[in-house]
Every structure is written in structure tokens, then in C-alpha cells.
């Protein structure tokens, strides 16, 4: 059974500063995904990362994918208040961009 | 990008009456669809894999006769919660999409 687990759990950190989020999962996948979810609403897709060493870059956050390690991370940069949510990574196992299997989620809070 | 509606957003009812909720591809075509539940704060959690012409598959510990799922054509699919109950209550998300999933907007039902 594939298990996501993301840590930590909950992040507060000041705006400015530069903090990572883990996600790691049980069984080979090569494909994997990042949300985010604002309280209320369904899921925005942040990243796709398809393959070993794909790294993404989207304004202050940034996701990579180490494949070998079954690790990704979402690296954000200089926090400001907008990025407060909860961000969710999840695997596809199959590889078939259709069944997904989300970790625990972060949600995180930035602070003024 | 490709997008996804649901309806209702959402709904109250009743113990012991039953609420059905669409998912629908607006812009493409999807044999598949995903239904999700989510309790709050928590993950997602897989219900049932939704196939176009064919009986839906359902994850484990799921219940098939409570969660009737159709999906009558390419664009639509539909949950309906049958016998609803209190612990029922709960934020339905759907998805559909090829190279990546693609998330409805959400249902909350709330069963009084």
C-alpha cells in the first residue's frame, strides 16, 4: 500500500523568510504532483514532476523530485502572507495521470 | 487549462434522504473520473474510480449500495450518497484530465 507522508504538518513562519516542505512516499513513482488548497476551495495545481531530478520553479516556490530517495520537496523563498494554505503533494502510481494518493498536507501560515 | 464543474456547490439534507452530485468535463472529454472525499483537515481520500459505460471501481472500506456512482456519458459523472447520515457530512471533489488531473470546485454536503 503506497503511504505519503508530508512533514511538517503545519509551518508558521514570518514573511521573508525561506523555509522546505518534505513529501515522502512508500513505492517507485515517477510522477508527482503539488496543490495547493485555500480554506473552503478545491485544489489549484502547483507543480507536475515527471521524472528523477525535475525541478520547478514558479514564482517563491520551487518543487524537485528525487525519484531514488522517493522524496520531493517544495522549497519556498522569501514567504509572503498570500502563500498561507494548505499544500498537498500526491503520487501517481500508476503513472497514468488519473489515480492519485495525496500526502497528509502543510498547511501553512505566514505571519506579518 | 482544461476545467471541471460540479453541482451543487453545496447542499443540506436530511437523514435518511439521498443527494446526488454531478461532476462535469467542460472542455473535454473524460472516460475516467475521480470522486474524493475529504473530512476537514485532513488529506483526500480516494472514493471510486469512475468509468464511462461501466460499473465505477471503488477503494476499499468504500460502500458501494451507500456511494452509487454513474457515468452516463463523456462529460458527466454523478455521486449519489444514498440513505445519508450524519457522518456522511463531508467536502466531495471530483477530477478528471489525461496528463494531469484536473479538480472540480467541490461539494459541501452537510447531513442534518
Known amino acids: 500500500e503506497l503511504k505519503v507522508e508530508q512533514n511538517p504538518l503545519f509551518l508558521s513562519m514570518q514573511e521573508g523568510k525561506n523555509y522546505t516542505i518534505y513529501c515522502n512516499y512508500s513505492t517507485t513513482s515517477d510522477r508527482l504532483y503539488w496543490y495547493r488548497q485555500d480554506p473552503g476551495k478545491s485544489l489549484e495545481s502547483l507543480f507536475v514532476l515527471l521524472s528523477n531530478g525535475a525541478v520547478k520553479q514558479e514564482g517563491r516556490l520551487m518543487a524537485s523530485l528525487d525519484t531514488k530517495a522517493r522524496l520531493s520537496t517544495l522549497h519556498i523563498t522569501a514567504a509572503v502572507h498570500d502563500l498561507s494554505a494548505t499544500y498537498f503533494c500526491a503520487v501517481d502510481l500508476y503513472g497514468t495521470a488519473s489515480k492519485l494518493t495525496f500526502g497528509t498536507g502543510t498547511r501553512l501560515q505566514v505571519t506579518l | 487549462g482544461a476545467v471541471v464543474s460540479q453541482h451543487p456547490s453545496w447542499v443540506i439534507c436530511k437523514s435518511g434522504t439521498s443527494v446526488k452530485i454531478e461532476c462535469r468535463s467542460l472542455?473535454?472529454?473524460?472516460?475516467?473520473m475521480f470522486w474524493y472525499r475529504q473530512f476537514p483537515k485532513q488529506s483526500l481520500m480516494l472514493m471510486a474510480t469512475s468509468n464511462e459505460g461501466s460499473k465505477a471501481t471503488y477503494e476499499q472500506g468504500v460502500e458501494k449500495d451507500k456511494f452509487l456512482i454513474n457515468h452516463a456519458s463523456l462529460t458527466l459523472s454523478t455521486l449519489t450518497v444514498t440513505s445519508a447520515h450524519p457522518e456522511d457530512s463531508s467536502f466531495y471533489i471530483c477530477s478528471a484530465g489525461s496528463y494531469e488531473q484536473y479538480f472540480g470546485p467541490g461539494t459541501r454536503l452537510t447531513v442534518t
Open positions: 472542455d473535454f472529454q473524460a472516460t475516467t
